[in-house]
């Protein structure tokens, strides 16, 4: 606000009180010339009933009065004003000093009789100025009050909504453990977790430049990106891309998003991370009580358009038991008075120093609590603990049915078939579960159903079609360098060909999917599949000890190229 | 916090010096230098050898910077930085970004 207001109500209204009664009507007609309101009174009661019920400006107070004196008046007059500053000038015909000394004590000054009206004129014009700075600055004081009020209520619902969009998700799993800690009342980092339809879960932590609201702007679209894109089966490349493109389009250049987003499948103990600026994330190893960084090798998203995802992305192999840990960098950057911060080796010492792993989220909360001690958190400080859990204990909530009234696609197939310029590019698995939800009764079993398409067309397209070979995956450098080789030979694709035959009849006592999905490739050897053994070491890459737990029959005919699998529902 | 800017004299680059914290206080000041300053050379030269820290708003004010300076075309150099601050940048990958030497 760079205009200073004139609270000041004009004109000036003066109250002037003094038992003489030929002096009181010289000074009225003085200020009524001088365009004053003028209220009068002739005795120190007088003069207290008027002022209330007036409340002039400024007050012209006689010394000498009968009843109470002008001393007394004043004060009583200064106690009934509070907080506004009505100034108070003593007329009077005392010469002593310590009488005057009185009168700027407790009013603000004093003029000697007889009096010059040019003096008198001038006192009350400089008193009349200071009272309205005084005023000026009472309301703007109020006024940034009331403003600060405002703003506080405002964002204390934006800070509901916020985090109910932003720190949502099923961030509250038993194998989760998570710290936020605001330094204003919105959060920089933004903390999200979800669950794909696969039963993969993908944790996402991002720390927005800054602090407060301006960064806090930036993670709702985020969030919701993220959520609704992991709903609808979209890959973890695909969200990335688009939550990239989005805060690219509304971010100022000056504000970024650091980000580390990592998927979970319990099925297979796999983990792909991706870290876009924020310091080494942790695999902590149960067993062998290794710590696996995780490093930055992505600029952050909203600053570039472009990602190299397929290149920075990298997959680990994990055990039930292993911890993953993804922290902002609020920790490593917390201070303590001396101004020293925490940094990265106190860090690790926590994990080194660190006897049951059941305690070490609270360890490394109270290292981090007992280094800062009194002096308060510099940034946002994000702790985030997954542990790794066998699939059967990691549960979903069923959902309620989107569409329980039995409407929808009841008694249909569907065949599609993906050509290379469509799979080089186009995910269909999205698009295929949201033809799955709008099955009525199907969509309690829409993630299994999923699952089992997904991994099909996975086989198909990456042995089938692109002919890669699964036993490059057996460690997890070879896993990284086969989704690059995936990705250059998905680049390349000019023939080939995947079949999705969906064939479905259901009422709500049950029903019957029969998924068909043949490829292009040259197939594999599926009669090996009825020797045990085989079938665990040589297939594991296809997921098909997966598909056959979630499917009630597997089969493969012509050369292991044409899989069929079905999917019965009963109630 | 300081920040002085001067042209090389051989080269004519922009050469923008900080010292102390790097962060969100010199906004504006950092602006200040290099906006309605004619760089004949087109290229820009932040000298962090008296620099100890930089926060991510700093990181934020090398972007803007580079989309001044022409964003992918830009020529931003970053030198003289001490480990703590080379770390910072290398977290974020900014050697994508700019030359840092």
């Given at each position: 606000?760079?205009?200073?207001l004139?609270?000041?109500p004009s004109?000036?209204?003066?109250?002037?009180?003094?038992?003489?009664?030929?002096e009181?009507?010289?000074?009225?007609?003085?200020?009524?010339?001088?365009s004053?309101?003028?209220?009068?009174?002739?005795?120190g009661?007088?003069?207290?009933?008027?002022?209330?019920?007036?409340?002039?400006?400024?007050?012209?107070?006689?010394?000498?009065?009968s009843?109470i004196?002008?001393?007394d008046?004043?004060v009583r007059?200064?106690?009934?004003?509070?907080?506004?500053?009505?100034?108070i000038?003593?007329?009077?015909?005392l010469?002593?000093?310590r009488?005057?000394?009185?009168?700027?004590?407790?009013?603000?000054d004093?003029?000697a009789k007889?009096?010059s009206q040019?003096?008198?004129?001038?006192?009350?014009n400089?008193?009349?100025?200071m009272?309205?700075?005084?005023?000026?600055?009472?309301?703007?004081?109020?006024?940034?009050?009331?403003?600060?009020?405002d703003?506080?209520?405002?964002?204390?619902?934006?800070?509901?909504?916020?985090d109910?969009?932003a720190?949502?998700?099923?961030?509250?799993?038993?194998?989760?453990k998570?710290?936020?800690?605001?330094?204003?009342?919105?959060?920089?980092?933004?903390?999200?977790?979800?669950?794909?339809?696969?039963?993969?879960l993908?944790?996402?932590?991002?720390?927005?430049?800054?602090?407060?609201?301006?960064?806090?702007i930036?993670?709702?679209?985020?969030?919701?990106?993220?959520?609704?894109?992991l709903?609808?089966g979209?890959?973890l490349?695909?969200?990335?891309?688009?939550?990239?493109i989005?805060?690219?389009?509304?971010?100022?250049?000056d504000?970024?998003?650091?980000?580390?987003?990592?998927?979970?499948?319990?099925?297979?103990c796999?983990?792909?991370?991706?870290?876009?600026?924020?310091?080494?994330?942790?695999?902590?190893?149960?067993?062998?009580?290794?710590?696996?960084?995780?490093?930055?090798n992505?600029?952050?998203?909203?600053?570039?358009?472009?990602?190299?995802?397929?290149?920075?992305?990298?997959?680990?192999?994990?055990?039930?038991?292993?911890?993953?840990?993804?922290?902002?960098?609020?920790?490593?950057?917390?201070?303590?008075?001396?101004g020293?911060?925490?940094?990265?080796?106190?860090?690790?010492?926590?994990?080194?120093?660190?006897s049951?792993?059941?305690?070490?989220?609270?360890?490394?909360?109270?290292?981090?609590?007992?280094?800062i001690?009194?002096?308060?958190?510099?940034?946002?400080?994000?702790?985030?603990e997954i542990t790794?859990?066998?699939?059967?204990?990691f549960?979903?909530?069923?959902?309620?049915?989107?569409?329980?009234?039995?409407?929808?696609?009841?008694d249909?197939?569907?065949?599609?078939?993906?050509?290379?310029?469509?799979l080089?590019?186009?995910?269909?698995?999205?698009?295929?579960?949201?033809?799955?939800?709008?099955?009525p009764?199907?969509?309690?079993y829409?993630?299994q159903?999923?699952?089992?398409?997904s991994?099909?067309?996975?086989?198909?397209?990456?042995?089938?079609?692109?002919?890669?070979d699964?036993?490059?995956?057996?460690?997890?450098?070879?896993?990284?360098?086969?989704?690059?080789h995936?990705?250059?030979s998905?680049?390349?694709?000019?023939?080939?060909?995947?079949?999705?035959?969906?064939?479905?009849?259901?009422?709500?006592?049950?029903?019957?999917?029969?998924?068909?999905?043949?490829?292009?490739?040259?197939?594999?050897?599926?009669?090996q599949m009825l020797?045990?053994?085989?079938?665990?070491?040589?297939?594991?890459?296809?997921?098909?000890?997966?598909?056959?737990?979630?499917?009630?029959?597997?089969?493969?005919?012509?050369?292991?190229?044409?899989?069929?699998?079905t999917?019965?529902w009963?109630? | 916090?300081?920040?002085?800017?001067?042209?090389?004299?051989?080269s004519?680059?922009?050469?923008?010096a900080?010292?102390?914290?790097?962060d969100?206080?010199?906004h504006?000041?950092?602006?200040g230098?290099?906006e309605?300053?004619?760089?004949?050379?087109?290229?820009?030269?932040i000298?962090l050898?008296?620099s100890?820290?930089l926060?991510?708003?700093a990181?934020?004010?090398?972007?803007?910077?580079?989309?001044?300076?022409?964003g992918?075309?830009?020529?931003?150099?970053?030198?003289?930085?001490?480990?703590d601050?080379?770390?910072?940048?290398?977290?974020?990958?900014?050697?994508?970004?700019?030359?840092?030497?």
């Open positions: 606000m760079g205009k200073v004139n609270y000041f004109p000036a209204k003066i109250l002037i009180v003094d038992s003489n009664s030929s009181r009507c010289l000074l009225k007609r003085f200020f009524l010339e001088h004053y309101i003028v209220v009068d009174a002739a005795s009661r007088d003069a207290l009933t008027s002022f209330k019920k007036h409340r002039p400006d400024i007050v012209l107070l006689d010394l000498l009065m009843d004196s002008g001393f008046v004043a007059i200064k106690a009934l004003a509070g907080d506004d500053f009505i100034p000038v003593f007329l009077t015909s010469q002593d000093e009488s005057l000394v009185r009168c700027v004590e407790v009013g603000d004093f003029l007889p009096y040019i003096v008198l004129q001038a006192k009350i400089s008193l009349i100025n009272r309205n700075m005084q005023l000026t600055l009472i309301n703007q004081r109020d006024e940034i009050t009331n403003y600060n009020h703003l506080l209520q405002q964002q204390d619902v934006a800070k509901r909504v916020f109910r969009i720190h949502a998700g099923v961030l509250g799993a038993d194998n989760i998570y710290h936020l800690s605001p330094l204003s009342i919105f959060n920089g980092d933004v903390m999200l977790a979800g669950v794909s339809p696969t039963g993969n993908v944790v996402f932590l991002g720390d927005f430049t800054g602090h407060g609201l301006h960064a806090a930036g993670s709702m679209p985020l969030a919701q990106t993220f959520y609704t894109m709903k609808k979209f890959s490349r695909e969200i990335v891309r688009e939550i990239n989005t805060l690219c389009e509304i971010l100022p250049v504000l970024f998003c650091c980000a580390f987003i990592a998927e979970i499948n319990f099925n297979n796999h983990l792909r991370v991706w870290n876009a600026g924020l310091p080494d994330c942790v695999i902590y190893r149960s067993s062998t009580r290794e710590v696996v960084k995780l490093a930055s992505h600029i952050p998203m909203g600053i570039n358009e472009t990602l190299n995802f397929d290149a920075t992305v990298r997959v680990y192999e994990i055990e039930p038991g292993d911890r993953l840990y993804v922290w902002s960098d609020g920790i490593h950057e917390a201070q303590n008075s001396r020293d911060m925490f940094g990265e080796d106190r860090l690790m010492d926590v994990f080194a120093c660190n049951r792993v059941e305690n070490l989220f609270e360890e490394i909360n109270t290292a981090v609590d007992h280094f001690g009194d002096s308060a958190a510099e940034d946002d400080v994000s702790l985030l790794m859990i066998k699939a059967d204990l549960k979903l909530d069923k959902r309620a049915a989107l569409n329980s009234d039995g409407l929808g696609l009841k249909w197939r569907m065949r599609l078939e993906l050509r290379p310029e469509t080089k590019s186009f995910d269909p698995l999205p698009l295929l579960l949201h033809i799955l939800m709008n099955v009764h199907l969509q309690p829409g993630g159903v999923y699952t089992v398409i991994e099909l067309y996975s086989n198909s397209l990456e042995h089938g079609v692109l002919g890669l699964s036993a490059v995956k057996l460690s997890s450098v070879g896993f990284t360098e086969y989704y690059q995936r990705e250059a998905l680049a390349k694709l000019s023939k080939g060909y995947v079949i999705i035959d969906l064939d479905y009849s259901g009422n709500e006592e049950g029903g019957d999917l029969k998924i068909i999905i043949e490829d292009s490739g040259v197939g594999f050897d599926y009669q020797c045990e053994d085989a079938f665990k070491n040589q297939f594991s890459g296809r997921g098909i000890h997966l598909i056959r737990s979630l499917s009630q029959s597997l089969h493969y005919a012509g050369s292991g190229n044409k899989a069929y699998a999917f019965v009963s109630d | 916090m300081a920040i002085t800017s001067t042209f090389s004299a051989d004519g680059d922009l050469v923008i900080i010292s102390g914290r790097f969100f206080s010199s504006q000041e950092f602006r230098v290099y309605n300053v004619d760089v004949k050379s087109g290229a820009y030269v000298d050898a008296n100890s820290y926060d991510s708003s990181l934020g004010m090398l972007l803007m910077l580079r989309d001044y300076a022409g992918d075309e830009a020529n931003v150099s970053i030198i003289n930085c001490n480990n601050v080379k770390k910072i940048l290398n977290v974020s990958n900014f050697e994508q970004l700019f030359t840092i030497k």
